[in-house]
T-cell receptor, first 114, second 119 residues
Framework: DTGVSQNPRHKITKRGQNVTFRCDPISEHNRLYWYRQTLGQGPEFLTYFQNEAQLEKSRLLSDRFSAERPKGSFSTLEIQRTEQGDSAMYLC????????????FGPGTRLTVL | AQTVTQSQPEMSVQEAETVTLSCTYDTSESDYYLFWYKQPPSRQMILVIRQEAYKQQNATENRFSVNFQKAAKSFSLKISDSQLGDAAMYFCAYRSALPASNTGNQFYFGTGTSLTVIP
């Protein structure tokens, strides 16, 4: 068990550019979550996958945001036409099967939009 | 939607002393889970302790224990014998216990309490 990993750890981009983040969950976990965390705030839910199916999306997830989990393993989160307000830490978490499983978080990707 | 409130933005404790972090939540559900997560500076979030709402007994994990008051919708974290490594941001979180196919999978987090441990 190597834990949840995320790449890159830091991303600096110019406004208007597209960025993509990757999350590799714990290998036996079938559920994957994306959160956004801004300074001084707790994480806010963005979206949730069970295997390859995207089952929940927050209203926070505008049309510029898209997430995929094509084979039910790793996931990508893409932000198109980035805006300065997108600057935040993007956290990925995974959990195993069953109702009582806890989410385990990755180290996050810190996005800075200039 | 469920809300989680942490009314203490910052707390401090002397090393080896005990500190209690407060958390309240609002929900109409009867079956749910509550969590405390620790996020050290520039490091990832780590689970500290978990409580199932249907259990009356308060959860404990070594030096960490909770005071779960379901009727009052309160879920405080007590850290005993505080250590320098306990310094971090602590987040209280709520998760519904609805079946996985419903909307109960996301966590709702509070705004966090920054804990400083004084040597």
């Amino acid at each position: 068990d190597t834990g949840v990993s995320q790449n890159p750890r830091h991303k600096i981009t110019k406004r208007g550019q597209n960025v993509t983040f990757r999350c590799d969950p714990i290998s036996e976990h079938n559920r994957l979550y994306w959160y956004r965390q801004t300074l001084g705030q707790g994480p806010e839910f963005l979206t949730y996958f069970q295997n390859e199916a995207q089952l929940e999306k927050s209203r926070l997830l505008s049309d510029r945001f898209s997430a995929e989990r094509p084979k039910g393993s790793f996931s990508t989160l893409e932000i198109q036409r980035t805006e300065q307000g997108d600057s935040a830490m993007y956290l990925c978490a995974s959990s195993g099967r069953g109702r009582t499983d806890t989410q385990y978080f990755g180290p996050g990707t810190r996005l800075t939009v200039l | 939607a469920q809300t989680v409130t942490q009314s203490q933005p910052e707390m401090s404790v002397q090393e080896a002393e005990t500190v209690t972090l407060s958390c309240t939540y609002d929900t109409s559900e009867s079956d749910y889970y509550l969590f405390w997560y620790k996020q050290p500076p520039s490091r990832q979030m780590i689970l500290v302790i978990r409580q199932e709402a249907y259990k009356q007994q308060n959860a404990t994990e070594n030096r960490f224990s909770v005071n779960f008051q379901k009727a009052a919708k309160s879920f405080s974290l007590k850290i005993s014998d505080s250590q320098l490594g306990d310094a971090a941001m602590y987040f209280c979180a709520y998760r519904s216990a609805l079946p996985a196919s419903n909307t109960g999978n996301q966590f709702y987090f509070g705004t966090g309490t920054s804990l400083t441990v004084i040597p």
